[in-house]
């Protein structure tokens, strides 16, 4: 039948585009049509196999499985999955909690942050888990392609023309010679004389895979091509044969030829047949080795080899001992695995691999080293009295350092202050006893022998932490210096640069004085600044330097002008107008290495890495000021509660109640009562020389300003337990500067005077304040001033207060709390309030709950993630608790919303340490309240209804892996605990509980099959996320009830499905069967009735039986599902086939399943695999890659098929099996390696291929042919099995690409090589003889597939420029053989065993 002429490809791809509405939606189109296609023929759902009972069928089954001896592939182990703690590991020496903070907390949510903080990690561990992911993921996976032996192919080859044999030989390894032969003619038809023996050059030569040729030539020149070659694996013996010429001798052949060779004399024989033979011995063995590779337990297949090998002993005696001690040199060295050889397991692909997860730990931005090493001013002097000692500064300064980041406007650290000066200059100070360190929190005596005060004393290195590194930010030094008047009277002797020892004497005389008499009041004096980064990514620029020293100006002192200034900074002609004081401050900066040593945190709890000298320096972590936004918040992993205070201005121009008050000095202090001799608290922590924690502390002092600014930071360590009397007590006093007493010794010298007092309490509506307050002065005190109240018209509650200037707030202050235990969200306070409340006893309204929790959707991002394991904690304990319906579905919508949150701003890395790490299901008491996992569980079910929040159940669905997971941990956790694990699986759990699994299953799956192209994305993830849910119930439920799960999935989808619903469909069956007890899931067990099967009995499948898909559930319906998928479209083929070799690839390299009878074992459950290639043999198309050349002469009768042009789908009709005759043995002998396959009779392949290829391989000389046998067996496969992969009968006829083509086949040897010699035999006796046939074809296809053509060859095929017109250089290498394969038709030979089954030329 004649073809109509085809257009040129672009042709009719331009006709093709030109019809299109736009282009690029070619293939679109394209599937659109392919999926009304299918549609038309209208594919059948496949029906559902209903699954074994597993747990009763392993009960019925128990001395079955115990009697077997590779029970371990049968029975999941007892320790398989446990709970563990693990310590919880900080960077410090001892707990961030104070030891008595437990016993002190009152309110539920310090509690429960308390707990957070002090309790252990929780995991659970699966003790296989490392074989769950895929092949790429099992341990001690090591790539063995680096191992492989470098081969040398005779078609890569390009040896120079000079090089002789010798080198050559000596070049590849291995056994060689050459040298001159006569060879008799090999025509059979022409009897051997001496006329017809041509002499020829002989040259032995290794192949790459290690089998020999012996090749000749015409002359010496072995550069050439060799007129011929003699495979030696094909040969079966090599004998002396003197009866046509002298020093004769003859190679035997496989196929019962034979060559005729002859030697110039006998010695030069004797050698060429001991070579030979040795070559023959060394395949033998390799053969041998092969053959016996497994374990010592290899069942009974094992004997039986054995006594096959005693029956060679006595047929080729001189082999046998040499071929055992190659056994037991070669029995620890197994061959290089099948799929190592397989691109796609060489590949690096991770993206299957779950993120790392570790636990929560204290995260910092870029930490910078600061090392502050002098301060000095150009007029100095020595101090002492008697002149004797070193030049100094004549007065004592003091540094404060702090972070300004002019981008954001803000402060972004905490003050550290320095003392830089010389022991003698601060001799000038009165002394102060310095104090224990006991602030806020209790110390335990063993820290206080670690901490030494005099360490502390006099900080030097600071540890500055930037949480969002930019070239903006500065180091701010602020310099102050003791009171002694105003600033520039006390900067003028510092801006001269004369001659200053006369000025220096002066001011030093002034310094002594003012020391003595306001040593403990401070006053403005300098400022510098530097940058600190280079660049974004937090390169310090350690080069920069500070500064001029300017001189602070009285009216520009607080942040906010200090902010103004540094965005001048880099503006030469605005800074060149600030006042210099001259002097240098050289402190230098670094980078901070992980194991710095010996620094102490915010709150002064040392490092593990701590030194207990009191010599030592202890470096100082300064207080970051993160910004309040979710993505550079992390949860709080310790214990911290710090207040900043910040007094910023006075306005007392109006005040009439004190005569005078001009050098304003505030003193903040912390206090717990408002009684008259309350004590205030030792809390505030202490400036350098002092003691570390003090009971108040002062602001700089302002000369002459009724009206000061401060920009002083004053830290307190707050107490665990705040309560309403905690307050600040702000008390201002007027410092008298001027000391000089004019005439009247009479009066004292009054250095300060009160004039007023402020309070501001802490707490408000049970939170700390912290935003900016304008608080009223008072100008007396009376006892329980807190108590006191406005009520209007004059009146008020409480005791009598004189306000100064009418009760106006005239002093401005603002806190900044930093802490871990206390909560500025009033939403999360609210909620947290009333939990304690129902919980000590008020009865809890469901309405009053619901309330509570729906507000806490307005919870801020930020405190949602400071906060997170304590919130998640409180609201899986309401879930537990929840009394109604209502309650527990709120609770789960406010975890939605955190979980959301969380992703949305990039953290979910934070919800997988909670999940793994921190969550802790509650101790199970039945009568109080219930389990996580089943409360959970329903309230998914009702979000995931159809009248539901659609917003809500998309969120759901989109991260569903958390809720899965805290599903998956609660069940462990509670099977643990509860002793339950030690029940059978179907006791474990209520009916209850596995009632609401199956409704979450059938609620869920809908939603992922009908939102898929809405809401892509969720509807992805929640598919995944169910098959990582379903996969790890198999660890804990009844097995049997996981797989009616599955089936309840896979009902949901059907043939001709859109291709995104088979990519979920394939990704759910890639993750379950990627179960690290996949096998022992499928049973490879016998399942006959009647006695106890023994392995040996078993009656394998060899296709997809309803009953084998019952009994091995996974594996058969995974199989049936790629049976399906291979009539689908290109893409979806992929899918399927990718998911089945990459399961194969898994089974060969896992290291449990490494010895022989293992892989057999697991063989026999993909045996239906070979009925499913068989249904699909015409789509195997090998043209492409024929190596062989095509002979358009060679007219071959062929059985055409109906293959409509227009439809790739029909149904096939069964072929004859008659054989075609006209193959010629040539082809056979090209494809066994034994004849030259350059003859002109070779039949065209491609109609081989059309005609079904029955016959290509079968000998046609052989004198019983198979079809003949064949078709009077009884037991074929069509009779004895009925039932194909695919629930109907339309077979796609369209062809298969090469890369689908190549992984099916790599999945074919694979399961070819595993299995067992008995199931071979068996598979050949029971299969029909059209199956047969196809099972010769597809082992065919093999060899074309997989023939390697040569380096130039991939080459061009890479570079894109197509197949190359083969030299007949690249045709000499003949295709690796199957080394079993061979040794199969030697053990026939040699035993004269019944050959109805010809192997000979697999």
């Known amino acids: 039948m004649s073809q109509p002429p085809l257009l040129s490809a672009s042709a009719e791809t331009r006709k093709f585009t030109r019809a299109l509405s736009k282009p690029g939606t070619a293939a679109e189109l394209r599937q659109s049509v392919s999926e009304v296609v299918r549609g038309s023929v209208l594919l059948a759902k496949p029906k559902l196999i209903e699954p074994l009972d597993y747990e009763n069928v392993i009960v019925q089954k128990k001395t079955q499985i115990l009697n077997d001896g590779l029970r371990e592939m049968l029975l999941f182990p007892y320790d398989d999955f446990q709970t563990a703690t693990l310590r919880r590991q900080g960077r410090y020496m001892c707990s961030t909690v104070p030891a008595d903070a437990q016993e002190e907390a009152q309110s539920l949510f310090v509690t429960e942050c308390i707990k957070t903080y002090n309790s252990d990690w929780h995991l659970v561990n699966y003790k296989y888990e490392d074989y769950s992911g895929e092949f790429r993921q099992l341990p001690n996976k090591v790539a063995k392609l680096d191992k492989l032996p470098v081969h040398v192919y005779e078609v890569d080859e390009e040896v120079d023309k000079d090089e002789d044999a010798a080198s050559l030989g000596s070049q590849k390894g291995g056994i060689t010679k050459h040298g001159w032969l006569y060879k008799g003619n090999m025509n059979s038809a022409i009897s051997v004389t001496m006329r017809s023996f041509k002499r020829r050059f002989f040259h032995l030569i290794q192949l790459g895979d290690g089998s020999y040729n012996l090749n000749f030539y015409k002359d010496e020149k072995i550069s050439k091509e060799p007129k011929g070659s003699i495979f030696l694996d094909s040969c079966m013996g090599v004998v002396q044969n003197n009866k046509v010429r002298r020093f004769a001798f003859e190679l035997k052949m496989q196929d019962k030829s034979s060559y005729l060779l002859a030697a110039d004399s006998e010695v030069e024989m004797e050698e060429w047949i001991t070579t030979l033979n040795k070559i023959l011995q060394l395949n033998f063995e390799a053969a041998m080795q092969e053959k016996r590779n497994g374990d010592s337990h290899e069942d009974d297949e094992q004997s039986k080899l054995e006594g096959s090998g005693s029956g060679l002993d006595s047929y080729l005696p001189e082999l046998a001992k040499s071929t055992r001690e190659a056994e037991i040199k070669l029995k620890s060295e197994s061959r290089v695995k099948l799929f190592y050889l397989d691109p796609d397991a060489q590949k690096l692909d991770f993206t299957s691999a779950e993120p790392e997860v570790k636990p929560f730990e204290e995260k910092f931005g870029k930490r910078i080293l600061v090392k502050c090493n002098d301060l000095s001013f150009n007029l100095q002097c020595c101090v002492a009295e008697n002149e004797e000692g070193p030049t100094t500064n004549v007065e004592p300064f003091f540094v404060t350092l702090s972070l300004f980041d002019i981008k954001y406007n803000r402060k972004i650290s905490a003050d550290f202050h320095v003392d830089l000066n010389h022991f003698s200059v601060r001799q000038m100070l009165a002394t102060t006893s310095p104090a224990l360190v006991n602030g806020g929190r209790k110390s335990s005596p063993a820290l206080q022998d670690i901490l030494h005060e005099a360490a502390m004393q006099y900080p030097k290195q600071g540890i500055f932490s930037v949480t969002c590194p930019h070239p903006d930010i500065f180091l701010v030094a602020r310099i102050e210096k003791v009171l002694q008047g105003s600033i520039t009277h006390g900067a003028e002797p510092y801006m001269k640069s004369s001659d200053s020892s006369k000025v220096a004497q002066k001011v030093l005389k002034n310094a002594k004085q003012a020391c003595q008499r306001l040593g403990q009041y401070r006053m403005p004096f300098a400022w510098a600044a530097r940058t600190l980064f280079k660049d974004a990514s937090g390169n310090l620029d350690k080069n920069a330097r500070f ?93 911290n509660n710090h207040l900043y205070v910040y007094p910023k201005y006075l306005k007392y121009d109006s005040q009439k109640s004190f005569a005078k008050a001009r050098n304003i000095a505030i003193c903040i202090e912390f206090k717990d009562s408002d009684e008259e001799d309350s004590q205030p608290l030792k809390c505030i922590y202490g400036r350098p020389g002092g003691p570390v924690f003090t009971r108040s502390a002062f602001a700089a002092v302002l000369h002459h300003h009724q009206n000061p600014e401060f920009y002083d930071e004053i830290k307190i360590e707050l107490p665990t337990q705040l309560h309403e009397k905690h307050h600040l007590l702000f008390t201002f006093f007027h410092v008298s500067c001027d000391n000089s007493s004019k005439g009247s010794t009479k009066k004292k010298d009054v250095v300060e005077t009160q004039v007023g007092y402020s309070w501001l309490p802490l707490l408000k509506d049970g939170r700390v304040v912290t935003s900016e307050q304008h608080v009223p002065v008072a100008a007396n005190l009376p006892s329980g001033y807190l108590g006191y109240q406005e009520l209007g018209m004059g009146r008020h509650y409480g005791p009598e207060i004189k306000w100064v200037d009418g009760s106006k707030p005239l002093l401005k202050v603002s806190t900044h709390l930093v802490s871990t235990v206390y909560t500025q969200d009033q939403h999360l306070h609210n909620f947290f309030q009333y939990c304690q409340k129902t919980e000590s006893g008020a009865q809890a309204l469901g309405s009053e709950l619901v309330k509570y929790l729906k507000s806490l959707h307005a919870m801020e991002g930020h405190v949602m993630i400071a906060f997170l394991p304590t919130i998640l904690n409180q609201l899986f304990r309401v879930l537990t608790r929840a009394t109604q319906e209502e309650v527990a579905v709120n609770v789960t919508r406010v975890i939605i919303h955190v979980v959301a949150q969380c992703h949305e701003e990039g953290l979910e890395s934070h919800l997988r340490s909670y999940v793994k790490y921190a969550y802790k299901a509650e101790p199970y008491v039945a009568s109080e309240y219930k389990t996580v996992h089943e409360e959970l569980t329903k309230a998914m079910t009702t979000i995931l209804k159809p009248s539901a929040d659609f917003l809500t159940s998309n969120k759901l669905l989109k991260y569903s892996w958390f809720f899965f997971d805290v599903l998956i941990k609660s069940m462990a956790q509670h099977l643990i605990e509860n002793c339950k694990v030690k029940l059978l699986r179907n006791q474990r759990f209520p009916a209850s509980y596995h009632h609401a699994v199956e409704t979450v299953v059938n609620m869920l799956t809908p939603h992922i099959t009908q939102k898929f192209r809405d809401n892509p994305e969720a509807s992805k993830h929640a598919n995944h996320s169910l098959a990582v849910f379903i996969k790890r119930c198999f660890t804990f439920m009844d097995r049997g009830f996981v797989f009616k799960q599955i089936n309840n999935y896979i009902s949901c989808f059907a043939p001709g499905d859109p291709k995104t619903l088979f990519e979920y469909k394939f990704e759910f069956l890639r993750v379950v069967c990627n179960h690290e007890h996949y096998i022992p899931l499928n049973l490879p067990m016998p399942f006959g009735k009647g006695r106890i099967q023994r392995y040996q009995d078993l009656q394998l499948d060899y296709s997809l039986t309803d009953e084998f898909c019952r009994n091995h559930f996974l594996v058969g319906l995974l199989l049936r599902e790629v049976g399906t998928a291979l009539q689908e479209f290109r893409e979806v083929r992929l899918i399927a086939i990718s998911v089945l070799k990459n399961l194969l690839i898994k089974h060969s390299f896992d290291d449990r399943y490494a010895s022989r009878s293992h892989q057999a074992r697991i063989a026999t459950l993909y045996l239906p695999l070979f009925g499913l290639l068989i249904e699909n043999v015409q789509r195997i198309n090998v043209r492409d890659v024929s190596p062989f050349p095509v002979n358009p002469g060679s007219t071959v009768k062929e059985e055409s098929l109906p293959l409509p042009a227009a439809n790739p789908l029909v149904t096939p009709q069964k072929p004859g099996i008659a054989l075609d005759n006209s193959l010629h043995k040539d082809l056979f002998g090209a494809i066994s390696g034994i004849a030259s396959p350059y003859t002109t009779s070779t039949p065209n392949i491609n109609s081989v291929r059309n005609a079904d290829s029955r016959g290509s391989l079968i000998s046609t000389d052989s004198g019983n042919s198979l079809p003949e046998r064949n078709s009077e067996k009884s037991n074929s496969l069509d009779k004895h099995q009925q039932g194909g992969a695919l629930g109907n009968s339309v077979v796609r006829c369209d062809k298969l690409d090469q890369s689908e083509i190549k992984s099916l086949l790599m999945c074919f040897l694979y399961i070819l090589k595993s299995m067992s010699d008995d199931a071979l035999f068996t598979y050949w006796n029971k299969a029909s003889t059209s199956e047969l046939m196809d099972f010769f074809t597809i082992s065919e296809v093999c060899l074309h597939q997989f023939q390697y053509m040569g380096k130039r060859y991939i080459a061009r095929n890479q570079e894109g420029l197509g197949p190359i017109v083969h030299d007949r250089k690249s045709q000499t290498l003949p295709v690796s053989r199957n080394r079993t394969g061979m040794m199969h038709a030697r053990l026939q030979q040699l035993g004269s065993l019944d050959n109805s089954l010809t192997f000979n030329h697999m």
Do not use: W
């Open 547 to 639: 500064s001029a020293l300017y001189r602070q100006d009285s009216n520009k002192l607080s942040n906010d002008d200090m902010l103004k200034l540094l965005a001048d900074f880099r503006k030469p002609e605005k800074m060149a107008k600030l006042p210099v004081i001259l002097g240098n401050l050289d402190i230098t900066i670094d980078n901070v290495s992980s194991d710095f040593p010996n620094y102490v945190n915010s709150s002064y709890i040392p490092m593990k890495q701590f030194e207990t000298c009191s010599k030592t320096p202890i470096t100082f972590e300064v207080e970051e000021f993160v910004p309040c936004i979710p993505k550079h918040t992390q949860p709080y992993t310790i214990y």
